[in-house]
C-alpha cells in the first residue's frame, strides 16, 4: 500500500541541526519530496530527490535517500526561528496518468533561542 | 512564471448552505490539478485531480464535487455544506506526464480555511 509516516513534533535550539525523518512504503517512488508549511499558509516545495540518488544538498539543506529502507531525511544546519514550520515528506508514484503525490502527516518544527 | 490562485481566503458558511471555491492556474497549459484537505493538526487528504477538462477523479467518498470547466480553472463545490466539512483546503497543479519540467512537483495555492458552523 502507499504509507508515508513522520515524526509529529521536533524541537531544537536555534543555531543547532534539524534532522526530520520520513518512512514510505511504495518502492516504485520516482521522486521522494520536502514542502514547507507556514502558519496559515500554503505549501511551499523546499526540495527533492530523485529515487535513484543517495544525498542532495542545498545550502544549509541536506537530504539523504537510503532506498534499501525507504527512509528519507531532511537535515537543516544551522536551524533558525524562521525555520519554525510544519514539513511534509511526500513520495510520488507514477499512477493512473499523473504523478500522484502521497504526503505524510507533517512534522511540527519548534525552533526556540 | 506560473502562478495559482486561490480565492477566498476565508470563509465561514452555516450548515447546510451551498460551498464554490475557485483555483486558476496562469502561465502554463494542460496542467494537472489538485483539490486537497488538511484537517486541524492532521495531514493532506486528497480530494480530487484531473487530468484534463472535464476529467475528474475522486479519491475518497464524500460530501464534495469538482469540476473543471476551462483548462486552468478548477472548483470545489457542495450543494449542502456538513460541520465535517470545515477545514483547510488547498489547490495545486503540477506539469502533466511527459511536460516540460524536471520533477513533477505540486505548486500549491495560499488555501481557503472553511469554517462550517
Known amino acids: 500500500g502507499e504509507d508515508v509516516e513522520q515524526s509529529l513534533f521536533l524541537s531544537v535550539r536555534e543555531g543547532d541541526s534539524s534532522v526530520i525523518n520520513c518512512t514510505y512504503t511504495?518502492?516504485?517512488?520516482?521522486?521522494l519530496y520536502w514542502y514547507k508549511q507556514e502558519p496559515g499558509a500554503g505549501l511551499q516545495l523546499l526540495t527533492y530527490?530523485?529515487?535513484?540518488?543517495d544525498m542532495k544538498q542545498d545550502q544549509r539543506l541536506t537530504v539523504l535517500l537510503n532506498k534499501k529502507d525507504k527512509h528519507l531525511s531532511l537535515r537543516i544546519a544551522d536551524t533558525q526561528t524562521g525555520d519554525s514550520a510544519i514539513y511534509f515528506c511526500?513520495?510520488?508514484?507514477?499512477?493512473?496518468?499523473?504523478?500522484?503525490?502521497?504526503f505524510g502527516a507533517g512534522t511540527r518544527l519548534a525552533v526556540h533561542p | 512564471s506560473q502562478t495559482i490562485h486561490q480565492w477566498p481566503a476565508t470563509l465561514v458558511q452555516p450548515v447546510g448552505s451551498p460551498l464554490s471555491l475557485e483555483c486558476t492556474v496562469e502561465?502554463?497549459?494542460?496542467?494537472?490539478l489538485y483539490w486537497y484537505r488538511q484537517a486541524a493538526g492532521r495531514g493532506l487528504q486528497l480530494l480530487f485531480y484531473?487530468?484534463?477538462?472535464?476529467?475528474i477523479s475522486s479519491e475518497v467518498p464524500q460530501n464534495l464535487s469538482a469540476s473543471r470547466p476551462q483548462d486552468r480553472q478548477f472548483i470545489l463545490s457542495s450543494k449542502k455544506l456538513l460541520l465535517s466539512d470545515s477545514g483547510f483546503y488547498l489547490c495545486?497543479?503540477?506539469?502533466?506526464?511527459?511536460?516540460?519540467?524536471?520533477?513533477?512537483?505540486?505548486?500549491f495555492g495560499s488555501g481557503t480555511r472553511l469554517t462550517v458552523v
Open positions: 530527490i530523485f529515487s535513484n540518488m
Open positions: 484531473s487530468v484534463g477538462i472535464g476529467q
Open positions: 511526500a513520495e510520488g508514484i507514477l499512477s493512473g496518468g499523473y504523478n500522484k503525490l502521497i
Open positions: 495545486a497543479w503540477s506539469v502533466g506526464l511527459g511536460g516540460t519540467g524536471d520533477n513533477y512537483g505540486y505548486t
Open positions: 502561465g502554463t497549459s494542460n496542467p494537472n
Open positions: 511504495d518502492s516504485s517512488s520516482t521522486y
